[in-house]
């Protein structure tokens, strides 16, 4: 399996702009997580899905980020209007259904820079 | 609310040396996950602990889980440069799907 995989790798944008992050779990998984990284923050989980449905978006820091996953196999995460505090790694994770190791497969992440 | 702390946050270690970090987490939880990042890259799953008492081994790195304390460990053996990377401990929220995570602890192997 090809694993978690992210575009794009790298995203520079102004202030503003619309930002969308795309995310292609592992075939078969049933979970779907967005992350994001920062130096100040650490890791934070900010969505997560689970057969497609949102299940808690409580980590989305404001309205300005929305994510969908119209498919098994596809998830967005889109910033409108995008700052320069938005500036993160965001990592998409895939797991299959509960039970097991749960295991979360990470992809390579988008380095996002709002300038 | 689930809390997870590492420490040290950062290590600098000669290579050939033993070293421990550790992982305490403030609720119940049936699942303590550790992970490895290197710079610029992705996270990496190293170990699942699943049960008090569980001791996981690959190479040089060994973690180990006491549910009771709300501890893990992560052992370093001999440290090898390779090992350079920040590790994470993570933890299940009970009755939910969420990981959380610690805050890392970053390694750095020098000869």
């Known amino acids: 399996d090809a694993g978690v995989i992210q575009s794009p790798r790298h995203e520079v944008t102004e202030m503003g702009q619309e930002v969308t992050l795309r995310c292609k779990p592992i075939s078969g998984h049933d979970y779907l997580f967005w992350y994001r990284q920062t130096m100040m923050r650490g890791l934070e989980l900010l969505i997560y899905?689970?057969?497609?449905?949102?299940?808690?978006d409580s980590g989305m820091p404001e309205d300005r980020f929305s994510a969908k996953m119209p498919n098994a196999s596809f998830s967005t995460l889109k910033i409108q209007p995008s700052e320069p505090r938005d500036s993160a790694v965001y990592f998409c994770?895939?797991?299959?259904?509960?039970?097991?190791?749960?295991?979360?497969?990470f992809g390579a992440g988008t380095r996002l820079s709002v300038l | 609310e689930l809390k997870v702390e590492q420490n040290p946050l950062f290590l600098s270690m000669q290579e050939g040396k033993n070293y421990t970090i550790y992982c305490n987490y403030s609720t119940t939880s049936d699942r303590l996950y550790w992970y490895r990042q290197d710079p610029g890259k992705s996270l990496e799953s190293l170990f699942v602990l699943l049960s008090n008492g569980a001791v996981k081994q690959e190479g040089r790195l060994m973690a180990s889980l006491d549910t009771k304390a709300r501890l893990s460990t992560l052992h370093i053996t001999a440290a090898v440069h390779d090992l350079s990377a920040t590790y994470f401990c993570?933890?299940?929220?009970?009755?939910?799907?969420?990981?959380?995570f610690g805050t890392g602890t970053r390694l750095q192997v020098f000869p």
């Open positions: 899905f689970n057969n497609n449905v949102p299940i808690d």
């Open positions: 993570a933890v299940d929220q009970y009755n939910t799907d969420k990981l959380i």
């Open positions: 994770a895939s797991r299959q259904r509960r039970g097991g190791k749960n295991i979360q497969y």
